[in-house]
């Protein structure tokens, strides 16, 4: 199985900052990556697809990138309502691997 | 709009049976391929299970392959998981998820709002 491994696990940030969470595949998934946003008692979120494609709806304050093994989810100016628990996943092998989870908390 | 609603879920005992249901809306359920994801208490997303949009294909992680069973009723827009000789660690909220596949890359466009299933004696 392809293990993802995100960083770091969790973050303390304030309203305004910028926010940068990191997941690497333990083998190169081209871009076959995706980042979902979980918030508690909710279902996950689609946020960002194919590493770098803002799903509808998602505020463009949202974006990611990279491919291969390393990619980044970036918050470019946190808001309240982002407060939240973020995962990656891969989709380039079956079973459909997820990251261990960043969670992002108010400074 | 895009639904997607599970039921089946609650208390059982260890070694027990339990049938999940995702009943979806909206969309035409045919056309999909849709998985089952499940999250232990306090932990992270594990992806369980996944069939094909006319049955026929399916796949199971490890930790429930020979235990769990997924089909499908388009006729009746629903996707069921059917979990047998449940264990503790088989307890979770369990998620069904809508597959969609854009140029090669897959994602969880929809997913239902969960549902959870306690193993515990």
Known sequence: DIQMTQSPSS???SVGDRV???CRASQSISS????YQQKP?????????AASSLQSGVPSRFSGSGSGTDFTLTISSLQPEDFATYYCQQSFDTPR????GTKVEIK | EVQLVESGGGLVQPGGSL?????ASGFTFSSYWMHWVRQPPGKGLVWVSRMNS???TTGYADSVKGRFTVSRDNAKNTLYLQMNSLRAEDTAVYYCARDRCSGGSCYYEYW?????????S
């Open chain 2, 19 to 23: 049938r999940l249901s995702c009943a």
């Open chain 1, 41 to 49: 008692g909710k279902a996950p979120k689609l946020l960002i697809y």
């Open chain 1, 97 to 100: 691997t997820f990251g261990q």
């Open chain 1, 32 to 35: 076959y990556l995706n980042w």
């Open chain 1, 11 to 13: 973050l303390c940030a």
């Open chain 1, 20 to 22: 940068t969470i990191t």
């Open chain 2, 54 to 56: 006319d049955g026929s």
């Open chain 2, 112 to 120: 239902g709002q969960g549902i959870l299933v306690t193993v515990s």
